[in-house]
């Protein structure tokens, strides 16, 4: 029904930017929001923001409040996380979610998630 497929993560120093992409297909109309979360060897899966589908809101977790900004171009079925001033704790698996109801917070409120991309960021 919806696939979401994640692009753009890398090796990177401290301080570098790197944006993802999140493309998806499929019934797209369906989807009220999408949020990006990522999720570091031995720890839970933590929201790192979502965005809704007109763009009117968004929600960033205070560890990266200043430095991500989240977008979407629903002509191109896509959402974005630019991360700036990268620091070696934001190294993770990033996923790409999508929610069919109002947006939420948590990763068991998602529908569809992508396969994850690996974001390493090095002192």
């Known amino acids: 029904q919806v696939q979401l497929v994640e692009s753009g993560g890398g090796l990177v120093q401290a301080g570098d930017s790197l944006r993802l992409s999140c493309a998806a297909s499929g019934l797209t109309f369906s989807i009220n929001a999408m949020g990006w979360f990522r999720q570091a060897p031995g720890k839970e899966r933590d929201i790192v923001g979502y965005?809704?589908?007109?763009?009117?809101?968004?929600y960033y977790a205070d560890f990266v409040k200043g430095r991500f900004t989240i977008s979407r171009d629903n002509a191109k079925n896509a959402v974005y996380l630019q991360m700036n001033s990268l620091k070696p704790e934001d190294t993770a698996v990033y996923y790409c979610a999508a929610r069919l109801g109002p947006a939420a917070v948590t990763a068991s409120g998602y529908h569809y998630w992508g396969q994850g991309t690996q974001v390493t960021v090095s002192s």
């Open positions: 965005i809704t589908r007109t763009g009117d809101d968004t």
